[in-house]
């Protein structure tokens, strides 16, 4: 048995979904997961006070895990790449039992948060993706009935009154959390590429995504607003830059909420996935508002490490370098193709995003065929042969390339999502470190306007 004590302290009030949020007793957590048949390498991931922590598995399968002081929680596991919701409460300990195999788990509970557990992790019915084909009105009867049956089957248990009264809250943005997707999914299931949503569909994701200070503690709730700015900041326009509109998402932010802790949340998730993904350039301001809203001092030195790594690949400054095998086990640097511009797609055979733009990627090869431009494919794949097989089935050019395993020049260039793209000049010199997709017909015009100059 290997035994986990972690020091850390959350908050000491959990908010419940009365007029006020209501103290609770942190209690020291004690968590006992034995695993029947544990798989060699395999880690356990546990959500602790909302941060995933991976822990090593002994040949006896017992793992047993130790924190002080925590309030009751909604948590989750992660074993043989399967997640399971889980709930957590100091006191008396909690007792969790994995049997059966890795693609057929069993999991019996004991102790402390028993009946708990065993409700979350019967089913909760979802709202079915064919509702996103009805109109507005039809879509919010049917996410009520849905939720009606959830709260009916929760009702019918015999729960903890708090755990039902912050349930009943957590329901309803379970059910109405993919609301976020209405637009997208009714546009595809009606093939009505022009369908924009009514005047009722803003209505209520504004009043789901009001300020509740009572909820602010429930990740269900906050992950809802965050997909609630993107889309009210983003209604009446289209085809906005990114950082056009992470403008609008900010306003709308510091416009619609005052909770600090839920302006930390949401400040924290705009700029800094869009400081990741762009760096903050001399956006001056961004680097003001996050340090303005955001107080986590592990947050704010990720932040500015981040903001640090981005400064180094501003354009003009020299690349950072690769030297992959190709295909045939043979090596290819960036040295090596000095002379002519680079423009770099970092993908996966996993990535139907990334394959959805080979074709448009192998359009751009022949479109430019003897002008001086390279197009050089790099490969996240841990496994090399989906790889081959990927080359195989979508008939690529260029320079393919695996990494292997060696992130060096992924984690240089802050790639935090495939597929990336990336233009260098004939000296390996920074053009754009997120150059726009080969399906942007942009990327033709900016490549050709740089051969033209050059």
């Not at 309030?71 to 059966?100: C, D, H, N, W």
């Not at 300020?211 to 085809?239: C, H, P, W």
């Amino acid at each position: 048995m290997r035994i986990y004590l972690f020091f850390l302290l959350f908050a000491a009030a959990v908010w419940g979904c009365g007029d006020t949020p209501k103290k609770v007793e942190l209690k020291d957590l004690v968590f006992k997961c034995t695993i029947s048949e544990p798989q060699e390498g395999e880690k356990l991931l546990v959500t602790i006070n909302e941060r995933e922590q991976a822990f090593d598995v002994p040949a006896n399968g017992i793992v047993e895990i130790k924190v002080p002081r925590i309030a009751p929680q909604y948590s989750g596991i992660t074993y043989g790449r399967k997640y399971y919701p889980l709930y957590l409460a100091g006191g008396e300990p909690v007792i969790m039992e994995f049997s059966g195999n890795a693609t057929n788990w069993k999991r019996t509970f004991s102790g402390n948060c028993k009946e708990i557990n065993e409700y979350l992790s019967s089913a909760i019915a979802p709202l079915e993706s064919s509702s996103f084909l009805r109109d507005e009105e039809e879509l919010k009867k049917e996410s009520e009935k849905v939720l009606a049956r959830n709260i009916k089957n929760l009702e019918g248990k015999s729960l903890p009154e708090d755990f039902v009264k912050t349930e009943k809250e957590r329901l309803r943005y379970y059910v109405y959390g993919s609301w976020n997707t209405y637009r997208m999914n009714h546009r595809w299931m009606a093939g009505d590429e022009n369908f924009e949503p009514s005047e009722v569909y803003y209505a209520t994701m504004r009043e789901l995504a009001k300020e509740n200070t009572n909820l602010v503690g429930l990740k269900a709730y906050r992950r809802f607003v965050q997909k609630a700015v993107e889309i009210m900041a983003g209604k009446g326009v289209s085809d906005m830059t990114p950082d056009k509109l992470l403008e609008r998402e900010v306003k709308y932010i510091i416009d619609n909420y005052k909770d600090s802790t839920l302006l930390s949340d949401l400040i924290h998730h705009y700029i800094f996935d869009y400081v990741s993904d762009h760096g903050a350039g001399e956006k001056e301001e961004l680097v003001t508002y996050y340090k303005q809203y955001v107080k986590d001092k592990k947050l704010l030195e990720d932040f500015d490490q981040v903001c640090a790594t981005w400064s180094r690949l501003k354009p003009g400054d020299p690349s950072p370098e690769f030297n992959f095998a190709d295909a045939k086990g043979d090596f290819v640097s960036l040295e090596s193709l000095r002379g002519k511009f680079v423009y770099i797609d970092l993908w996966a055979s996993w990535c139907g995003p990334c394959r959805r733009e080979i074709p448009y990627l192998k359009a751009l090869e022949k479109k430019f065929e003897g002008k001086p431009i390279t197009f050089v494919s790099i490969s996240c794949d841990n496994d090399a042969e989906a790889w081959r097989k990927a080359m195989k089935e979508e008939n690529v050019s260029g320079i393919q390339l695996h990494m292997n395993g060696d992130l060096a020049f992924a984690k240089a260039y802050v790639v935090s999502g495939i597929p990336r793209f990336i233009l260098l000049d004939k000296e390996g010199r920074i053009v754009d470190a997120h150059m726009t997709m080969p399906s942007d017909p942009n990327t033709e015009k900016t490549l050709q306007s740089f051969l033209e100059m050059k």
